[in-house]
């Protein structure tokens, strides 16, 4: 009895043993079979794309599964040569034709036509200020500086393009005053990405940066207070500040 009981414990164990290992495994394996299934069938269309290409000039029984493919890389190599060759070449036929091509695209054409100075790009948007600012009196939004814009007989005013998300590009142009705008240090990239990954990326901390002209408590004020409690602030006086250490306490 003893025997046998040690017997169907050690088949007992081993089953245990088999299928712990069969599911790391599987683990493993199901990813990586996945990536190579979504690599297949990308390769696969892009080969379908190229078959057709050929199909005018070489029959189907002639055609062997990787000519269309090794076709496409050809074409995209040629292209990327092209591009290289004209980078930094303003008003010239490479860059008019992208603009009448891939440039109409809706959403991601401008990606693509950078070098038109007349289009806002990711790399434009890497060299210019990232901020904060107040399109309501409760939520402010991501945006970046483009220019100082003088009004006559009245405050001066930002240019801010505030990207759309997750595109990026492109996005709105928002003429704010300056009181109403947060610069802040961090690099442009940053913000880009956590706009771009829906806030799943971040920067470690946001960096505000006072206006030359302001004093520190202006400054504190404006970036720990909306512009409707600033307002009411001025308004009440002394009468807030009692207000807001009385909820605080």
């Not at 000519?67 to 930094?88: P, S």
């Not at 928002?174 to 880009?192: D, H």
């Not at 004093?215 to 006086?237: C, D, H, Q, W």
């Amino acid at each position: 009895m003893i025997s046998k009981l040690g017997a169907v414990g050690r088949r007992t164990t081993s089953w245990l043993q088999l299928s712990k290992t069969m599911w790391r495994g599987l683990i493993v394996a199901l990813p990586i079979g996945i990536i190579i299934w979504i690599i297949y069938a990308v390769l696969n269309a892009i080969n379908t794309i190229g078959n057709g290409m050929l199909s005018p000039f070489v029959s189907e029984q002639n055609l062997v599964w990787g000519m269309g493919l090794a076709l496409v890389m050809v074409l995209i190599y040629i292209l990327g040569r092209v591009e290289l060759h004209y980078a930094g070449r303003p008003n010239n036929i490479w860059l008019k034709i992208k603009r009448k091509t891939v440039g109409k695209i809706p959403l991601f054409g401008p990606f693509f036509v950078s070098g038109d100075k007349n289009v806002i790009s990711l790399e434009d948007l890497g060299k210019m200020t990232p901020c904060k600012f107040w399109l309501s009196d409760v939520t402010p939004h991501y945006g970046f500086i483009i220019r100082e814009q003088p009004v006559r007989g009245a405050e001066t005013e930002l240019d801010i393009y505030r990207p759309n998300v997750p595109t990026i590009i492109p996005g709105d142009l928002f003429p704010m005053k300056k009181r109403m705008v947060i610069k802040l240090g961090n690099p442009a990239g940053e913000i880009l990405d956590k706009l771009a990954s829906g806030g799943f990326i971040g920067s470690e901390e946001e960096i505000p940066v006072p206006w030359d002209d302001e004093t520190e408590e202006e400054f504190s004020e404006r970036i720990n207070l909306t512009p409707l409690e600033i307002a009411v602030k001025r308004m009440l006086g002394n009468k807030f500040k009692n207000l807001t250490e009385d909820m605080n306490s």
